[in-house]
């Protein structure tokens, strides 16, 4: 049984959504122990980098109904130049701030779209944006987390099991 939300899934549409925004101008995954380090060389800014995925299961009031809340988190940042340079930092923590509430808006739109893969999944009020930096080479942005909510059928499929 294909699943409506998956991790792969996900991960097209953070690249679908660095694609095609003309602001930003590369995307890419990162691993946690990287922001202590340099920013990968070859990736153009402003950036959309997918931070991590998780899910929570649950079932409504009256156990009838199973959901798959999937919880995404991805930062939108830009170099701010020199350490200290604060009339830098703040162009650049207004411009991704832009930025990251195109890619909300661009959420709802597909939220409403029932050809997208995004249809009715996209709440507006799980929604969270949040400041980051500096981190890399004194790179700043957005940390913008969402839900996406579908409903998950826990259908048991018993040729998936041995006796």
């Given at each position: 049984?294909?699943?409506?939300?998956?991790?792969?899934?996900?991960?097209?549409?953070?690249?679908?959504?660095?694609?095609?925004?003309?602001?930003?101008?590369?995307?890419?995954?990162?691993?946690?122990?990287?922001?202590?380090?340099?920013?990968?060389?070859?990736?153009?800014?402003?950036?959309?980098?997918?931070?991590?995925?998780?899910?929570?299961?649950?079932?409504?009031?009256?156990?009838?109904?199973?959901?798959?809340?999937?919880?995404?988190?991805?930062?939108?940042i830009d170099f701010a130049g020199k350490p200290n340079d604060f009339t830098k930092e703040n162009i650049v923590l207004n411009e991704t701030y832009y930025l990251a509430l195109?890619?909300?808006?661009?959420?709802?739109?597909?939220?409403?779209?029932?050809?997208?893969?995004?249809?009715?999944?996209?709440?507006?009020?799980?929604?969270?944006?949040?400041?980051?930096?500096?981190?890399?080479?004194?790179?700043?942005?957005?940390?913008?987390?969402?839900?996406?909510?579908?409903?998950?059928?826990?259908?048991?499929?018993?040729?998936?099991?041995?006796?």
């Amino acid at each position: 049984m294909e699943r409506k939300i998956d991790p792969d899934k996900i991960l097209q549409l953070h690249e679908t959504i660095a694609n095609r925004h003309k602001g930003i101008n590369g995307f890419y995954r990162f691993n946690l122990k990287e922001i202590e380090g340099q920013f990968r060389k070859g990736v153009k800014t402003p950036a959309l980098l997918l931070l991590s995925h998780s899910s929570a299961l649950n079932t409504n009031a009256n156990k009838t109904a199973n959901f798959n809340t999937h919880f995404v988190s991805l930062l939108i940042i830009d170099f701010a130049g020199k350490p200290n340079d604060f009339t830098k930092e703040n162009i650049v923590l207004n411009e991704t701030y832009y930025l990251a509430l195109d890619v909300v808006s661009y959420l709802k739109k597909e939220h409403a779209d029932e050809t997208s893969f995004l249809y009715s999944l996209f709440e507006i009020s799980s929604v969270s944006i949040e400041k980051v930096g500096p981190i890399f080479d004194n790179m700043f942005g957005w940390n913008l987390i969402f839900s996406l909510k579908n409903q998950e059928p826990f259908c048991f499929e018993p040729d998936k099991w041995e006796d």
